[in-house]
């Protein structure tokens, strides 16, 4: 199977250079694809592919889908594939339930509809708990007694988590203010590191962790917002985003070796960035939508797309 799944890669995307216009083979080419619609893209240790997509959760073994569902399922859409340190997969729909794969078998976690209001909540895995990110607070599971334990009261907009700390965009009411507020939240301290007060709600507010660097994305009446946090000084800074990104819609944000990958619906602009200065390289798939991108264990690059499948 493993030097079929190989040949599969192979074809798919056997030189990849930064281009315009890099050698790519679209995935219904080479298999009968299951969806258009992907969010989240993943590797397992055993060189499986997974794939979230808009009918379900699919694992791909280099010549069919095996989809996993759960009689309890509310929705066929699922997101935020994680693995834990048992190599469990994890994944949520936008009615709160949680999902985790084990024995070939995908498993209810924990329901939590009465949590995230019909929102798709943000979760990161611990060592004992589930932390859940939700718009009335953030919230613990206990993995064994599925306890619920409130960690902070707030209208939890977006989270990134870097090592032990999360860094999370939190909303707080008071009056007519709208407190805008990122903190750094470690395991015994809480930290503010920026507040924006407006009358008005940010808007699609995003976090991005990378290994120097924190960064900050929301939109504004004039565009797009990005601040750069400082991990170390625990401060942040407002930067010149770059023209072509002022009016995208952003999905992601990854870092390759010195490069910032940003996802939109114009396809990849890759930058260099260095002395809080971003430098154009090129743009890639103009005419996809593309919200993620996974480089597997042959050095294959995989990139899943809002409306038009995987290449």
């Not at 084990?102 to 009465?114: T, V």
């Not at 507010?205 to 750069?228: E, M, Q, R, T």
Request: net charge negative; glycine share 4%.
């Amino acid at each position: 199977m493993w030097r079929n799944f190989k040949f599969i890669l192979f074809l798919l995307l056997p030189v990849f250079v930064l281009s315009q216009n890099p050698v790519f083979q679209h995935m219904s080419k080479v298999s009968n694809l299951p969806d258009v619609e992907f969010y989240d893209i993943a590797e397992d240790y055993q060189n499986y592919i997974w794939l979230a997509a808009n009918k379900g959760l699919y694992r791909y073994n280099g010549k069919t889908y095996e989809q996993f569902t759960h009689p309890e399922q509310k929705s066929n859409s699922l997101f935020q594939l994680k693995f834990d340190t048992e190599n469990r997969l994890w994944c949520n729909n936008i009615y709160g339930q949680l999902f985790y794969v084990e024995n070939d078998r995908l498993q209810l976690f924990y329901d939590a509809s009465q949590l995230v209001n019909g929102q798709l909540a943000q979760f990161e895995i611990l060592e004992n708990n589930i932390r859940l990110f939700t718009v009335i607070g953030i919230f613990d599971i206990n993995k064994t007694t599925k306890q619920v334990t409130e960690v902070f009261k707030g209208m939890c907009i977006t989270n990134v988590r870097d090592h032990d700390s999360n860094y999370t965009f939190i909303i707080n009411f008071e009056g007519e203010l709208k407190r805008h507020r990122l903190y750094k939240l470690g395991k015994q301290k809480r930290t503010k590191i920026l507040e924006i007060t407006s009358a008005n709600r940010i808007q699609s507010p995003k976090l991005f962790a990378f290994k120097n660097d924190v960064f900050l994305i929301h939109n504004s009446a004039k565009g797009n917002v990005l601040y750069v946090i400082d991990k170390a000084e625990n401060t942040s800074k407002k930067v010149a985003i770059p023209l072509r990104l002022q009016n995208e819609t952003i999905y992601n944000i990854l870092n390759f070796d010195n490069e910032y990958w940003f996802l939109t619906s114009s396809g990849i602009f890759v930058y260099e960035f260095e002395n809080e200065y971003f430098t154009f390289t090129e743009q890639l798939f103009s005419t996809e939508s593309v919200t993620d991108v996974q480089i597997d264990f042959n050095n294959n690059y995989w990139f899943t797309t809002l409306d038009n499948g995987v290449f």
